[in-house]
């Protein structure tokens, strides 16, 4: 199978895109605009580029929006089934203003097929599309494929190129961190471990903002 991720950065130009091969296709970063209309259209342009240089046979959208509406308007317009995944609080940020509750329900209505990460949410979104074929997909990872097969001396290099001592616990932190995600709680557990044996924070991901304010 060969997959092509397309996925917007802050860090580029708008509308730059920068192309990263990977062993089963490729990563194309795309830089944000300002405002979601200008994006839009220029994602849109890149696009269409990749569907004149590729057969895609379906269109996968993370996030109800804009990723989701984006994915399902794309795949309509090409003919092709488009998978939308509703993660984290999608439904409940989006239905509410300043949520855009009629792009999110024609986005539910039009996907081919829609995945959720607990019942609870598909159950929200069974309310709103009025379709029973929602798929629950609870996060998890194969440890059997994410599992770092490293020596003792490797391990003990890669602490070193991170700054930890060898001695030292490791709290680890992945994704973005935010109030909503126990952000005050990591670092309480933090400083309660350190009372008793020498520990770090590892944050693997970004600090939304105004979150970053506190380093």
Not at 31 to 39: A, F, I, N, V
Not at 72 to 96: C, H, M, Q, T, Y
Not at 119 to 124: Q, R
Not at 169 to 175: C, Q, Y
Request: net charge neutral.
């Amino acid at each position: 199978m060969q997959i092509d991720v397309l996925v917007w950065s802050r860090y580029l130009q708008p509308g730059e895109v920068v192309i990263s091969p990977t062993e089963n296709g490729k990563i194309y970063r795309v830089g944000l605009y300002r405002h979601w209309d200008m994006t839009m259209i220029q994602t849109l342009n890149v696009l269409d580029w990749l569907d004149s240089q590729n057969t895609y046979e379906a269109i996968w959208g993370h996030y109800l929006f804009p990723a989701g509406f984006l994915a399902v308007w794309f795949a309509k317009l090409k003919g092709l089934p488009s998978v939308v995944s509703a993660r984290g609080n999608d439904i409940d940020r989006e239905i509410f203003p300043p949520g855009d509750f009629s792009r999110l329900q024609w986005s539910l209505s039009n996907a081919a097929l829609i995945t959720a990460v607990s019942h609870d949410l598909a159950c929200k979104i069974k309310l709103l599309a009025g379709r029973e074929d929602v798929i629950v997909l609870h996060n998890a990872v194969d440890t059997d494929i994410f599992n770092p097969r490293l020596s003792l001396s490797e391990k003990l290099s890669l602490r070193q190129s991170l700054g930890i001592s060898e001695n030292e616990i490791v709290l680890g932190f992945s994704r973005e961190l935010r109030e909503k995600k126990g952000q005050a709680f990591l670092f309480k557990a933090l400083t309660k471990v350190r009372h008793y044996h020498p520990c770090c924070l590892l944050i693997i991901g970004q600090i939304r903002n105004p979150q970053d304010s506190w380093l």
